[in-house]
Structures are given as structure tokens and as C-alpha cells.
């Protein structure tokens, strides 16, 4: 198929970002970039599709580099409890569901709630359907009676399992617990399935991404995508990082050119008290939960190691992360570790990971939707979202957004990133916060020139110039992937 030529004139192409470099002119190819700037454009020969974009600044697409992707597709099939404040308005949710087999929910907020239902508050709304609702973190869950039947089928360690004083179960679920219950999710129809994921990718399309690091934690959902993937219905560029558990999918994963590495958890949330700190929270006992110990992590940088693979690591408070990376040390150093998440980190650790070539994958709306932060790790908030820090001491940095948790927006997460952290010391610029969302490797290289993918996003302000506070509102109005108009607001 020979894809359009096209030239975007009168506007501000920006091919890199640090330092900004522009040109007022581009045009491209059979996918890919041929001129740059309004003289080199000028004296193109040829049927050229010319878009006077009156002064609207262009970027390279950018890069979600940590999304649920396929739960962030399907999400609008199940309810949604974000934004809930009260309990009785939960249980209204769940009473007017209509899911059959487990009544299934997501989103939900303690830190904004009244107070959150019982098992057998959930029982009575569900008319004995079982019902699962995670928190907004992933990290922690309310079932109801039947549903935590379901979880008597496995060897859960109690502790996962929340009990009252009398030791009956609140409802309350955690982390490992989460996962098993996620198995009995009931899933889209394949051909629904398919459609969402379709449906899903426009709406990125629409918020100027063109490649993903997908954390994939569900067979189904993982070979669904590859498949679409591999027919070329999904247009984006997709890097899977995947849990233990699929590692049979390897072999398809790589012929299908779409992995990256393992994804293994080594502790929780900070909003679910389960990330694993140094020392106790500050408004709960407990140091939270390490999920895995250095000789795991060994282990998993051992295989990941023989396999050429890269791994992602989800290590959240601070000894999670020092215990990352003193196993990376212990390895003697790996060039394809990310920390996902990176939340807490003192300086010592920074310059590690530094020097030890980590990188850390940090999600800016985070330091937004954490209010609660203070409250929970006391005088330790310094240490809590340091992307300043982080690039200061030499740290590569990428950005996701976790999404279903957060919104996939990347302009909601420049405008965390540089004006919207709790804590103002560890903003960074805006140069710096786009480089965050560029591919993997493409820090300080000119992703626009000539010979490279016409992969671009036309905005309707200038990043750059239209002030930290409004960065929320930048609209796409084209998104360009490999030299096709896949998005255009008009
Ligand atoms: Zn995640």
C-alpha cells in the first residue's frame, strides 16, 4: 500500500527537545520524513497533500511507557467507581449492575470515601451475585461473601486476607489475593474484545501517543492484542513486559516482534499500605509487604539475563526499590532493568541507579492523585516522586501512566510532571517532562529528521511556550503514526 504524501507547512516542527530544535516545515513519505523546513520542503517535486497548520506546533508521537492497556480498553464494561464518595452510593452502583457472574468494579478511593461496605454489604446489594472492586491502585480489593469463597479455593496467605476482631473477613483484599480474584473477571466476547482494543487505540491516537509499554497480567488479553498486533489492526508500537505467569507466551511474543521483558511486583501501593517501606507508615502500623526477596530478584535477573529479555520490576516505597537494587548490584549489573513506579528514593539510591544503569519509569499523575502522601510517610515526603532529582543525578527517566489508574492523557501527565507535583522542588521543565514520553532510547536524538518515522502529533497550543498551568488543556488536532493521518480532530 503506498501511503500518502504529505506536507504540514507554517507550523513549529519541533525534532527534538533538548535543546528545541525546529523547523517551520515538514513533509514525508511512503512513512517516513523527507524535508524539513519550508526551503527543503519548497523544492520537493511531485503530488504533494498540503495542511497550512497556522502556526500549530508539531512533536514527535509520544510514548506511554507503563499502561494496562487492554484493561484500560475493556474499562467502560464494567463499573466505574472512580470519583465515588460515599458507601451507599457504591452499593447503588453494584445493585444497579447488570453483569452476570461476578460483578466486577474498579476505581474506588477509601482516601475520598465515608467509609467503604462489608462482605456481606456487598452480598445483600448484589443479590448474592459475588462481587470484586479494586481500588484505584490494583493493589487492594472489596469482596463480597461469595466472592470470597471463590478465594478458598486457592492456598492465599491470610495475611492478604483482612479480618475483624472476632476473625470474620472485612472484604478487604490485598495484592496476591487481587490477582486471583481477577481470573474470575468475566471477560468480552472475543469479537467485543477486539473491538474495544480497536476502539481503544483511537482514543490514544486522540491523546498524540503512538507506541506503548503495555504491562500485560492476562493471557487472554495478551494473545488477543498480539493477534491484532500481527494482522496490523493495532497500528501503535507495543513492548510487552510480562508477569511469570504468561511466560509461555515467549516464543509467540517474539515472533510477533512485541517483547520486551518479565514484569514482576516487589511490593504494593503507598495508597493501599502495602508498599514496602524501611519504616512504618506513619498513620498505620506496619512496614507494608516486600513481595519478593533479593535472592527472587536473583533469580529473575538470572533468566532474564539468558533470555536477552529486559525486566521491570514494580518496587514502590524505599525498600522495595534498595532491595531492587541491591540484587542488581549483587548481579554484578544489568543493562535492561526498570524500576516501574520508583516512588520512594533517598539520595543514595538515585545515584545508584544511576550508576547502575536502572531506568526508573515513573508515572506523573501519581504525585497529583496522592494527596494523602504527607499523612502516610510523614517527614519522608522529600523522598517521594524525585524527578528532579532524578535527572539531576544522571537517572534515565521514562513516563507512563498507568492507566486504568490514571488517565493515558500524556498532557495531563507533562502537566503533573512540571506544575501539578505536591511537592514543587521535584518539578521538572517542560523539555525535560516531553523527553520523558519519547521511545525508548530516543533521549536527546532528533526523532524528526530526515529518514526517520513520520510519527508526529500537531497540537493546538505550543507545549513549549503556552505556559505549565495550561498543559492540561493542549488538544492533538493530527496524529500521524508511520506516515498515516490516524487522528485528526477536524
Ligand atoms: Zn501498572
Not at 161 to 169: H, K, T
Request: proline share 5%.
Amino acid at each position: 500500500m503506498s501511503r500518502p504524501a504529505v506536507v504540514l507547512t507554517g507550523c513549529r516542527v519541533y525534532t527534538s527537545f533538548n535543546p528545541p530544535k525546529t523547523y517551520d516545515a515538514i513533509a514525508w513519505k511512503d512513512g517516513f520524513v523527507v524535508g524539513l523546513g519550508s526551503e527543503e520542503v519548497g523544492a520537493l517535486s511531485g503530488d504533494w497533500k498540503v495542511f497550512n497548520m497556522a502556526g500549530k506546533a508539531v512533536i514527535p508521537a509520544m510514548t506511554d511507557h507503563h499502561i494496562h492497556f487492554v484493561e484500560y480498553a475493556v474499562a467502560d464494561e464494567y463499573i466505574d467507581l472512580r470519583g465515588v464518595r460515599t458507601k451507599a452510593e457504591l452499593l447503588t452502583r453494584v445493585r444497579m449492575s447488570k453483569q452476570g457472574g461476578m460483578v466486577y468494579g474498579a476505581g474506588w478511593d477509601d482516601s475520598i470515601m465515608d467509609s467503604i461496605p462489608s462482605a456481606s454489604d456487598l452480598e445483600s446489594a448484589s443479590g448474592g451475585r459475588p462481587v470484586f472492586l479494586e481500588r484505584v491502585c490494583g493493589h487492594l480489593g472489596l469482596a463480597s461473601t461469595s466472592a470470597l469463597k471463590i478465594l478458598q479455593r486457592y492456598d492465599v496467605n491470610p495475611f492478604l486476607v483482612d479480618r475483624d476482631g472476632g476473625g470474620n473477613p472485612t472484604g478487604v483484599v490485598r495484592e496476591r489475593a487481587v490477582e486471583l480474584l481477577r481470573r474470575h473477571i468475566p471477560k468480552p466476547a472475543p469479537d467485543r474484545l477486539r473491538a474495544l482494543i480497536l476502539k481503544g487505540q483511537e482514543r490514544l491516537f486522540s491523546y498524540g501517543l503512538g507506541g506503548l509499554d503495555i504491562i500485560a497480567m492476562d493471557g487472554e488479553y495478551l494473545k488477543t492484542l498480539t493477534m491484532l498486533k500481527v494482522k496490523k489492526d493495532v497500528r501503535m508500537d507495543i513492548r510487552f513486559f510480562i508477569v511469570p505467569e504468561l511466560m509461555e507466551s515467549l516464543p509467540a511474543l517474539r515472533e510477533a516482534g512485541v517483547l520486551a521483558g518479565l514484569k514482576v511486583f516487589v511490593d504494593g501501593s503507598l495508597g493501599g499500605g502495602t508498599a514496602a517501606l524501611r519504616q512504618p507508615y506513619s498513620d498505620r502500623p506496619g512496614r507494608g509487604l516486600l513481595r519478593e526477596s533479593r535472592s527472587s530478584i536473583l533469580k529473575y535477573l538470572e533468566i532474564c539475563d539468558s533470555l536477552g529479555l529486559e525486566i521491570a520490576f514494580h518496587a514502590i516505597g524505599d525498600e522495595a526499590v534498595q532491595t531492587v537494587l541491591d540484587s542488581v548490584e549483587d548481579y554484578g549489573g544489568f543493562k535492561g532493568v526498570r524500576i516501574e513506579h520508583a516512588s520512594m528514593m533517598d539520595d543514595e539510591m538515585i545515584e545508584r541507579a544511576a550508576r547502575l544503569g536502572v531506568t526508573l519509569s515513573v508515572q506523573p499523575m501519581f504525585a497529583v492523585s496522592d494527596r494523602w502522601l504527607r499523612e502516610r510517610v510523614g517527614e519522608r515526603f522529600w523522598m517521594c516522586y524525585r524527578w528532579k532529582s532524578m535527572l539531576e543525578k544522571g537517572c534515565s527517566v521514562v513516563a507512563g501512566s498507568d492507566a486504568p489508574v490514571e488517565t493515558p492523557n500524556p498532557f495531563h501527565g507533562l502537566w503533573a510532571a512540571v506544575h501539578g507535583h505536591i511537592n514543587p522542588d521535584e518539578r521538572v521543565d517542560i523539555t525535560q517532562a516531553l523527553e520523558m514520553y519519547l521511545p525508548k532510547g530516543a533521549t536527546g536524538k532528533e526523532l524528526l529528521a530526515r529518514g526517520c518515522k513520520a510519527s508526529l502529533v500537531a497540537l493546538d497550543r505550543d507545549p513549549l511556550t503556552c505556559g505549565p498551568e495550561n498543559l492540561k488543556d493542549v488538544r492533538v488536532v493530527m496524529t500521524v503514526k508511520d506516515g498515516e493521518i490516524v487522528y485528526s480532530s477536524s
